[in-house]
């Protein structure tokens, strides 16, 4: 079949995990003390900083009676991949993720509280190694829920591609730069886990109907998997807050 | 429960260089888990399903240095090397580490292959372990450490941890495994570790009860740094060829051997118009055909010329030496300027291409000496010493050699013996040797291949029937050559109760093709399988399938009076030939009669035939008229090409006589429908799938291809305008002698030599005016019109079906890159699988002229610098009549040949006798001798042979280029009349 083979014959992808398995998932909370919440995530090798203000009054330009306005800003460092590269500050690219993730965190967002008011979520990729976009989403739902912000359900987000063994096509979890280079589909999933709702998808390449299904479920049990990992996250970080606060090591 | 690789979690760092020249430093994540098994039925501790138990509990050993139960386990050369060794069925239970399968496959595909076809082997028993992801077996590379040296490491390593594991609990069985390396620091090393090791010679030498294992052995390899007894100064290591290329130094290119002279060769290389020369052992230094090598070009002073002469190989063994080769070269320096060549000498190889050969072994004159010269069948590689103990058994047979060395210090490469093919003459052996020369995959099909076949016993099912548009009632017939089994295509035409606007009448035409698809299913092993042969190949009186035979000869084949799948094509058609509209549907159809070519042409001559079949026909026959008036209205070329058939005893299929074939009008009757199919086809798939729809095209010939064909044909009087198809064809029909018929069919013949190679490629390979089909004239074209025998047409069948949703579509459709990886191996396939029917027809003819000898009359193709180019136009037979320089005076402005006044040029009309030379085994061939024009010390003078030269008849076909690479050959089997036994 096209591309190289991302499976071996013994069902192992080229990092040693087996389709269904996450990266190494490393995350703390309240990383910093001048916002009002923050986090850091690693999946894998892709490292994330997110940063959460607010809520705060909405700049009068903003300003919405509905709900509270959600204002993301992605960005990566130049360190972020192997090839250093100048990103300028709102890139096309980096409009485009601060878009997706704002429509993902808001729907996880209890916003019909805050009218009139605004929350800033800054998120910056130290280094990317493949899922940038979901360990953004990830590291901002920790961040939102260090800030205290009221969330419907944790938002989490994970990729899912495809590959063949055999004659069989196998859906492989969070799929890693060297996967992704491959050339192969790559769908992205945002979703809200517990209550069962998909805030965002986003497919990178053209996908056959067939394959949709095995791809898709996977993506979602992705996500449960991670929103587990999330939550452990948040009790270990909330049980250490009581006994010593304010010691922060990353 | 979270599925996270957690069991550790490690990173792999390396450096690597971009194309714009940085360094990278790249991280990679590297999961070390502790879920993976070893494989062993003898282990009570890994959690194995009973499927994953690879290797035996109690291993028997074949090898009498190691008299305990153990596994093996192997480096990575030794696989690299001694892959014919493991090929055998002797070796089981052995261990293939992740190690040594990746940098297999990163050093050698084909054998990358090979290992896994072995390790897929169930009954082989060899177990592919994960060392580099087990947290007991993974190594880290230590800092300044080699990689070799950390993956010998690693390959000890998990020797180590096998026979930790299989001891510790192994209840009373004492295992052992056993690490095969010829590397002797690796041996000491692993002895220091306490691991048990041998080299692969000893342990093969030392096995019982398998004779022919020791002459696959591939011999030791001298280092080329050892100058010990060198005959050849020593190639350049890499790093000196990559420093030397980069600063201009030296060359890269491909070697060819001369086909003449084994002395010498020559090289393409960019920035050289002319081939590089290369000549004597030194200046070739043990380059073989087709390896990739750095070359050095010498001061233009030193420039030779090609020599002139045909040089072999002694033919016996003269030992370990390089004769004095000054004499044999060419080393006039007087030579016009004009002959000389850009000479160099080969200072290193970049990359081997060596693959398997077959010849015959010529056994030493030493009684019991193993040591013996091979003689491969392709004259452009070098004879090969190999070792066995069997020369008396295999003098007598065809042998296949691999080759492994050719160390500085033998003047011969060296190789081992790898499999005997049949004895010498016999026509299996033979047709094997054409197989394996031409790259044809024919092994039998696979387990798993078969296993994707229906059932014997397998009927139509009722709900496909519903899918599918009913045409069993429509009066179908199939029109094929004589002996055909595998007929893919089937015509029905029938007039329509309206008329069109204009008041002409109206036609319904139907083109139905085998529906192969329906079970060749994408991703199968059948499908991989087809998708790798590409092609069926014709040889004479065999057939090499791209499917099994139960789909080629059976449930596809659309034969007569059974309900066969179809896929249809159906126009409706005025009766001027003029298309109205097009449909594409599957179909069931029922064909009424499988007939012949000539069957059907009496059906449409007997005019007291009135059925349905017989009127059908006749339209068929009319419309086709029309339409192949409006192609070459067009433009497209009529190109001749003289095809020989044989009609072969059905019980010992030999030749029993060889004929030009015949050409009627049915012939070009399907041939013009299918044409219509094949366009109606390419225009639907390339709209829908403009980035990879599968097409055909034909590239135009450049004008330098036709020079000496014009010269020939103004000799003759004619002025031909090859400046456009249109023109060509224009031309071509006007270039006519009344008083020799012929004439025009050998115009047409020659000019299909001018043409390039009709190829596929995928539609978003090119720009949409390079789609254009020269030799038909039309913009664009496919191959839809024979699944059975053709991979192309499958892909097309599923592009078309997806095209109206008739079948599910699937992923590999849409996919770009391996849309033009499959052209290539198509192309490939096609190209070889022609040579290989050439190979056969060859064959044929000998074995026909060995015990005869012919008077014929002939006809001059071209005139070359020593031979004339000779067709026998009643048997399609050509060859060169070669002409000695000593009686001959070689015009090259007019390419003429004279003596003595007799002037001999291209469509000269000769007589020339026919005889087989058999001198050399290998190398038979036939031999034209010149009858008449008597040119006294020349021609072959025989009073009783007198024959009249009589103008031959238009009996050789005439085709359109197109179908020039893929035309179906029949294999036609006649019986002697005698009675078969049972
Ligand atoms: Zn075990």
């Known amino acids: 079949m096209p591309g190289p083979e991302l499976l071996s014959s013994q069902g192992l992808r080229l990092d040693g995990r087996r389709p269904d398995e996450l990266r190494r998932i490393r995350c703390k909370l309240g990383v910093f003390t001048q916002p009002d919440g923050s986090a850091y995530l690693e999946q894998g090798n892709t490292k994330v900083l997110a940063a959460v203000y607010g809520p705060h009054q909405a700049a009068k330009s903003k300003l919405s009676t509905e709900g509270v306005v959600v204002n993301c800003q992605y960005s990566m460092a130049t360190f972020s991949t192997s090839e250093r590269k100048n990103r300028p500050r709102g890139d096309r690219k980096s409009q485009e993720m601060s878009l997706h993730l704002r429509q993902a965190l808001s729907a996880a967002i209890k916003t019909e509280l805050y009218p009139r008011s605004q929350i800033d979520i800054y998120v910056e990729v130290l280094q990317a190694d493949g899922g940038a976009y979901c360990a953004s989403v990830n590291a901002a739902t920790l961040a939102l829920i260090d800030a205290g912000v009221p969330l419907k359900a944790y938002a989490c987000a994970c990729t899912s591609s495809v590959a063949w063994r055999g004659n069989h096509p196998e859906a492989l979890l969070d799929v890693g730069h060297v996967e992704e280079a491959a050339g192969g589909v790559c769908l992205t999933v945002a979703a809200l886990p517990s209550v069962d709702s998909i805030a965002l998808l986003e497919m990178s390449h053209r996908l056959h109907m067939d394959y949709f299904e095995v791809v898709m479920s996977r993506a979602m049990q992705g996500c449960k998997d991670i929103e587990i990992i999330l939550d452990k996250a948040v009790r270990e970080h909330l049980a250490e807050g009581w006994t010593k606060p304010d010691v922060i090591t990353i | ?982």
Not at chain 2, 558 to 570: D, H, K, N, T
Not at chain 2, 649 to 677: C, G, W, Y
């Open chain 2, 1 to 982: 429960m979270t599925r996270l690789a957690t069991n550790t979690w490690t990173t792999k760092t390396f450096l690597t260089k971009t194309k714009r020249g940085n360094i990278l430093k790249i991280v990679r994540e590297h999961y070390l888990r502790d879920d993976l098994l070893c494989g062993s039925a003898a282990c009570n501790v890994c959690p194995h399903k009973n499927d994953e138990l690879v290797l035996d509990s109690t291993p028997d050993s074949i090898c009498a240095l190691f008299d305990y139960n153990h596994y093996l386990i192997l480096d990575t050369n030794v696989v690299l090397h001694q892959i014919d060794i493991l090929e055998d069925d002797a070796l089981k239970n052995v261990i293939i580490l992740q190690t040594v399968l990746e940098e297999v496959k990163h050093q050698n595909t084909a054998i990358f292959q090979r290992l896994l076809e072995i390790v897929g082997n169930k009954k082989r028993k060899f177990y592919s372990f994960v060392n580099e992801h087990h947290k007991d077996t993974y190594v880290e590379r230590k800092p300044g450490e080699k990689a070799n040296d950390r993956n010998d490491r690693a390959i000890r390593k998990a020797a180590k941890w096998y026979s930790g594991h299989l001891s510790k609990k192994g209840a009373g069985q004492f295992l052992q495994v056993v690490l095969l390396t010829d590397d002797e620091t690796n041996r000491k090393l692993a002895q220091e570790e306490s691991i048990v090791c041998c080299s692969v010679k000893d342990y093969i030498e030392n096995t019982n009860g398998f004779p022919g294992l020791i002459d696959k052995l591939s011999k030791n390899v001298m280092p080329e740094s050892s100058s010990k007894d060198a005959l050849y100064p020593p190639h350049l290591t890499p790093s000196q060829i990559h420093t030397g290329i980069r600063n201009g130094k030296l060359h890269q290119g491909t070697f060819y051997a001369s086909r003449d002279n084994f002395l010498e060769g020559s090289a393409t290389i960019s920035g050289y118009e002319k081939q590089i020369l290369l000549q004597g052992h030194i200046g070739i230094n043990r380059a073989i055909d087709g390896d990739i090598v750095a070359i050095e070009i010498f001061p233009e002073e030193e420039w030779r010329k090609p020599s002139d002469i045909v040089l072999e190989d002694k033919a016996d063994d003269p030992g370990d030496f390089l004769e004095e080769e000054s004499i044999l070269l060419n080393n006039a320096k007087s030579a016009a300027s004009a002959d000389i060549s850009p000479t160099g000498k080969v200072v290193g190889i970049i990359k081997r291409k060596w693959r398997q050969y077959c010849g015959i072994l010529m056994p030493s004159k030493f009684p019991g000496a193993t040591r013996h010269l091979f003689t491969p069948a392709e004259k452009r590689i070098p004879r090969v010493r190999i070792e066995t103990r069997q020369s008396d058994l295999l003098a007598s047979q065809r042998i296949l050699v691999a080759l492994d060395s050719w160390p500085r210090n033998s003047r011969y490469p060296l190789g081992h013996f790898v499999r005997a093919l049949g004895p010498i003459g016999d026509k299996d052996a033979e047709n094997e040797v054409i197989l394996l020369e031409h790259d044809v995959p024919h092994a039998r099909f696979s387990e798993a291949v078969l296993a994707c076949l229906p059932p014997d016993n397998w009927t139509i099912p009722d709900e496909e029937i519903k899918k599918r548009v009913d045409l069993r009632s429509i009066c179908v017939c199939s029109v094929d050559p004589p002996g055909c089994t595998d007929i893919d295509d089937a015509l029905h035409a029938r007039p329509l109760a309206d008329t069109t606007t204009d008041g002409l009448k109206k036609y319904e035409v139907g083109v139905h093709i085998a529906d192969v698809t329906y079970f060749v299913r994408p991703n199968t092993a059948l499908d991989k399988e087809a998708a790798s042969r590409s092609t069926t190949v014709y040889l004479v009186g065999k057939r090499i399938d791209m499917v099994p035979d139960l789909l080629s000869s059976n449930l596809c084949s659309l034969r007569g009076g059974e309900e066969r799948f179809a896929f249809s094509c159906v126009w409706e058609i005025d009766e001027n030939a003029n298309v109205l509209n097009t449909k594409f549907h599957k179909s069931i159809i029922k064909s009424r009669e499988a007939m012949t070519y000539e069957q059907a042409q009496i059906a449409i001559d007997d005019s007291s035939r009135k059925d349905e079949i017989a009127s059908s026909l006749r339209t068929l026959n009319a419309l086709a008229k029309k339409l192949k008036q409006k192609r070459l209205d067009n433009g497209a070329l009529l190109l001749a090409s003289p095809e020989i058939r044989f009609e072969v005893d059905s019980e010992t299929h030999e030749p029993m006589e060889v004929q030009a074939k015949r050409i009627l009008d049915t012939n070009s009757m399907v041939e013009e429908f299918m044409l219509l199919a094949n366009v109606s086809v390419a225009q639907h798939i390339a709209a829908e799938f403009p980035q990879s729809a599968l097409l055909r095209r034909h590239p135009a010939p450049p004008p330098a291809n036709f020079t000496t064909f014009l010269k020939a044909a103004s000799q003759q009087g004619f002025e031909l305008d090859v400046s456009t198809n249109k023109s060509f064809s224009k031309s071509l029909n006007e270039a006519v002698i009344p008083s020799r018929p012929f004439f025009n069919t050998l115009l047409r013949i020659m000019a299909t030599r001018c043409m390039q190679q009709a190829v596929y490629f995928s539609s978003g390979t090119l720009a949409q005016e390079d789609f254009y089909h020269y030799g038909l004239a039309c913009p664009i074209y496919t191959h839809f019109t024979s699944p059975i025998r053709r991979y192309a047409d499958v892909i097309v069948h599923r592009l078309l079906a997806s095209c109206i949703g008739a079948d599910a579509t699937h992923a590999s459709i849409l996919d770009t890159k391996y849309a033009v990886s499959l052209c290539e191996n198509l192309n490939y396939r096609h190209r070889q699988a022609q040579y290989a029917g050439r190979a056969s027809v060859a064959l044929n003819t000998h074995i026909l002229f060995k015990d005869r000898v012919e008077v014929e009359p002939a006809v001059v193709l071209s005139v070359k610098r020593n031979a004339l180019q000779v067709l026998i136009p009643k048997y399609g037979l050509e060859g060169p009549l070669y002409l000695p320089s000593d009686k001959f005076v070689y015009n090259e402005e007019e390419h003429v040949q004279i003596c003595n006044g007799v002037v001999l040029k291209t469509f000269d009309e000769i007589v020339v006798r026919l005889s087989l030379d058999s001198t050399n085994l290998q190398h038979r061939k036939l031999v034209f001798q010149l009858v008449k024009p008597i040119i006294p010390g020349f021609s072959y003078e025989d009073r009783e042979m007198d024959v009249e030269l009589v103008e031959q008849p238009d009996v050789i076909e005439v085709v359109d280029i197109t179908d020039l690479t893929s035309k179906k050959r029949n294999v036609q089997t006649k019986s002697k009349k005698k009675k078969t036994k049972k």
